[in-house]
């Protein structure tokens, strides 16, 4: 079963637009590994299933890779680690630094880090409205985490002229983009997108210079 889901994890993600490596493949299969491990003992997430894990987890992850900018990145409420954590595995020219508040998740974090050796990879267990990074990032990125009117709120700190904000939708966010601020509509973008595997609507919504500092 391992060797089939190794060829559909490249399959996917070939038809995302990347060439993952087989020792990539292999060690995103490893971090999903330790998922379910933990999960045993720990609510990290409610997909169990080995071949759900492939689409739901780690393809939607790479979903956002053509959106994000730079080489700074930031994960708000990374959860499992996702999607910054996949995306550190796929990318060992990006840095990210995941931001997790709930303990025992930021402790999964920091173990998935030291088994699949990512040198680039920050654990940060705190809020992220907390966190003070001693530089700006070029991509904050979110996954099921707030509306965008929060979101936006929550990371006004982190914001620059520069910086994208990407965030994770399911379906279209009619309602969360009618009540953003004429500017910040101005500033969204949003775009479907298709994960192999995965019957279900996704959309990325990417949002640039946002900072409510601003009139």
Request: proline share 5%; charged share 20%; hydrophobic share 40%.
């Amino acid at each position: 079963m391992a060797g089939s889901l190794k060829l559909q994890l490249a399959e996917g993600a070939r038809q995302i637009g990347l060439e993952l490596s087989g020792a990539c493949c292999d060690t995103l299969l490893d971090y999903a590994a330790l998922i379910r491990k933990w999960n045993q003992a720990h609510n990290l997430t409610t997909i169990d299933d080995p071949a759900k894990m492939l689409t739901h987890h780690l393809l939607d992850s790479l979903s956002i890779a053509r959106f994000v900018s730079g080489d700074r990145c930031l994960d708000i409420g990374s959860g499992a680690g996702l999607p910054g954590m996949v995306m550190a595995l796929a990318h060992p020219e990006q840095h990210w630094t995941l931001v997790e508040s709930r303990t025992k998740k930021a402790s999964f974090l920091r173990e998935a880090k030291t088994r699949c050796k990512a040198k680039n990879v920050t654990v940060i267990a705190a809020r992220v409205e907390d966190y003070r990074p001693p530089a700006n990032f070029d991509t904050l990125a979110s996954r099921a985490v707030s509306t965008l009117a929060n979101l936006i709120s929550m990371t006004d700190h982190l914001h620059h002229p520069q910086g994208r904000l990407i965030s994770m939708k399911g379906t279209y966010p009619e309602d969360e983009l009618s009540v953003l601020t004429p500017r910040h509509r101005e500033m969204t973008e949003v775009f479907p997108v298709e994960v192999p595997g995965l019957d279900a609507h996704r959309h990325i919504v990417v949002m640039t210079d946002v900072s409510e500092n601003q009139t």
